[in-house]
């Protein structure tokens, strides 16, 4: 199993751009979570997916931005318009149900984005 | 507001010793929690957990504690190996209601040869 697939690995761009993050899941998986890593605030739940349907997006900032999951096997964070303070690692993760015995998450290599 | 706290930005230890990695938590509400290992340009992956009906669970050189009336927990390694550095997350979640977990800022964690 190739575990979960996240691109572009690094992104840069400057502010005021539209920058879109891509996730495929485990194949099986049945939900999806994002999250951003930063120093100040560690590993933080933007939004999470059951069976494509978003369940809790309380964690996402603000209006800018927007996450989909058009497919069991592809969703995507986007930004738009990215601002500076939204530089920090992405990462994507995804679950086999919610069964705590080993259910746990599995999360992709992250995507660094940098606004400049 | 930070529900789930790491005091400890870093820790270094020499290697065949017992590293102890802290975390606090403040929501009483919370009934399990995990650990997660992070080494660098990679993502974290998951190391132990503990469920709240329980105050230890082992697995292999890992072992994690739960004090449930301090609501603090720990993460003990021995002996401690080279290959254990990297950052450690601990997470705090609900066996019911939302899905979401709820992470530390990480403590990197440094073994010294």
């Known amino acids: 199993d190739a575990g979960v697939i996240q691109s572009p690995r690094h992104e840069v761009t400057e502010m005021g751009q539209e920058v879109t993050l891509r996730c495929k899941p485990i194949s099986g998986h049945d939900y999806l979570f994002w999250y951003r890593q930063t120093m100040m605030r560690g590993l933080e739940l933007l939004i999470y997916?059951?069976?494509?349907?978003?369940?809790?997006d309380s964690g996402m900032p603000e209006d800018r931005f927007s996450a989909k999951m058009p497919n069991a096997s592809f969703s995507t964070l986007k930004i738009q318009p990215s601002e500076p303070r939204d530089s920090a690692v992405y990462f994507c993760?995804?679950?086999?149900?919610?069964?705590?015995?080993?259910?746990?998450?599995?999360f992709g290599p992250g995507t660094r984005l940098t606004v400049l | 507001d930070q529900q789930v706290k790491q005091n400890s930005p870093s820790l270094s230890v020499q290697e065949g010793r017992i590293s102890i990695l802290n975390c606090d938590y403040t929501?009483?509400?919370?009934?399990?929690f995990l650990w997660y290992k992070k080494y660098p340009a990679e993502g974290p992956t998951f190391l132990i957990s503990i469920s709240s009906i329980k105050d230890k669970n082992e697995d292999g050189r890992f072992t994690v504690f739960l004090n449930k009336s301090a609501k603090h927990l720990s993460l003990h390694i021995v002996p401690s190996q080279p290959g254990d550095s990297a950052v450690y997350f601990c997470a705090a979640t609900f066996t019911s209601g939302t899905y979401k977990y709820i992470f530390g800022t990480g403590t990197r964690l440094k073994v010294l040869a």
């Open positions: 929501n009483s509400m919370f009934d399990y």
């Open positions: 993760a995804s679950s086999l149900g919610r069964d705590y015995a080993g259910n746990e998450q599995f």
């Open positions: 997916f059951n069976n494509n349907v978003p369940i809790d």
